[in-house]
């Protein structure tokens, strides 16, 4: 657990790999019951239907955002590695030859292959107790702050998002940072280099 003044950032790891009696996969799930996200129902629905599954398969870690003050959920975002293609088209000499350090190129298609970190989830609690206390943008910057750490640890260079062609959530993803790196259907992928 990892925490700043307003929150603690928990690996739901904690929970279910606990000996303490306090903890374990029913206290988790009673934690993660009082997650609602009217605004997007995929996202409450992999949170109390899939991130436990996931985090026991090891194919995605999810980091629940606890207030300091109270011990409210505000918010998560899951963390997962995925193969990430990106052309080669809408970057520049000089971030072609960083993205170079680190990914295949397909000369063929003119195009990078690397494996990406990817934040799989990202989700703000609108349940009465935790809504407005956290922002989507302090979310994102929590989740890109977890993974300055598993890069220093692991290794790895590059964190994506894919998104919704919505152009509100697209906005949102660049005012985080993220530059688009591709644009074809169904989503638009994000693309953040850590060079």
Request: charged residues 25%.
């Amino acid at each position: 657990m990892r925490a700043n003044s307003n929150y603690a950032v928990v690996n739901i790891r904690q929970y279910l790999n606990s000996d303490n009696p306090i903890l374990g996969e029913d206290t988790l799930k009673k934690v993660l019951s009082e997650f609602s996200c009217p605004l997007n129902s995929d996202v409450e629905r992999f949170l109390k239907e899939q991130a436990i599954e996931s985090a026991k398969k090891q194919q995605a870690v999810t980091y629940l955002l606890i207030s300091m003050e109270d011990g409210a959920l505000l918010g998560y975002f899951s963390i997962t590695v995925k193969p990430f293609v990106v052309s080669a088209e809408p970057f520049s000499n000089t971030m072609r030859r960083k993205l170079a350090r680190f990914s295949d190129i397909n000369q063929e298609e003119q195009s990078y292959n690397m494996a990406a970190y990817l934040i799989a989830q990202l989700g703000r609690n609108f349940d009465e107790k935790a809504a407005g206390r956290i922002t989507g943008e302090e979310i994102t910057a929590l989740a890109i702050e977890q993974l300055k750490h598993i890069q220093y640890e692991i290794g790895g260079s590059v964190s994506f998002v894919e998104a919704d062609n919505k152009e509100k959530l697209l906005a949102f993803y660049e005012r985080c940072g993220y530059k688009r790196a591709t644009e074809y259907p169904p989503e638009n992928d994000f693309l953040k280099p850590k060079v």
